[in-house]
């Protein structure tokens, strides 16, 4: 089963840009969806975006218009661009497959 490690957290003042990284184990052309998930503390997990294999993307309704979820199929790797931070954009970002293990995440903290 293909692993994927998260980087590319760190900390970003209101209205920053991060971007994330999540490089896989193996080859990702074949999968079918990749997924961004995050949960901040005492919140439960939450699917923030999706990249289907045609190309497709989902994204959840607060960060429409500011997240981007892309994929390099020659680096194995997928990302998410996030631009316009609140600080209810602060959690920990996992990236995975569906019905794949979670990773260790990358932290995004997002205040003034």
């Known amino acids: 089963q293909v692993q994927f490690v998260e980087s590319g957290g760190g900390s970003a003042q209101p209205g920053g840009s991060l971007r994330l990284s999540c490089a896989a184990s193996?080859?990702?052309?074949?999968?079918?969806?990749m997924e961004w998930y995050r949960q901040a503390p005492g919140k439960e997990r939450e699917l923030v975006a999706q990249?289907?294999?045609?190309?497709?993307?989902y994204y959840m309704g607060s960060v429409k218009g500011r997240f981007t979820i892309s994929r390099d199929t020659t680096k194995n790797t997928v990302y998410l661009q996030m631009t316009t931070l609140k600080p209810e954009d602060t959690a920990v970002y996992y990236c995975?497959?569906?019905?794949?293990?979670w990773g260790q995440g990358t932290q995004v903290t997002v205040s003034s």
């Open positions: 995975k497959v569906p019905m794949g293990n």
């Open positions: 193996g080859s990702i052309s074949s999968l079918y969806v």
């Open positions: 990249i289907f294999i045609g190309g497709d993307t």
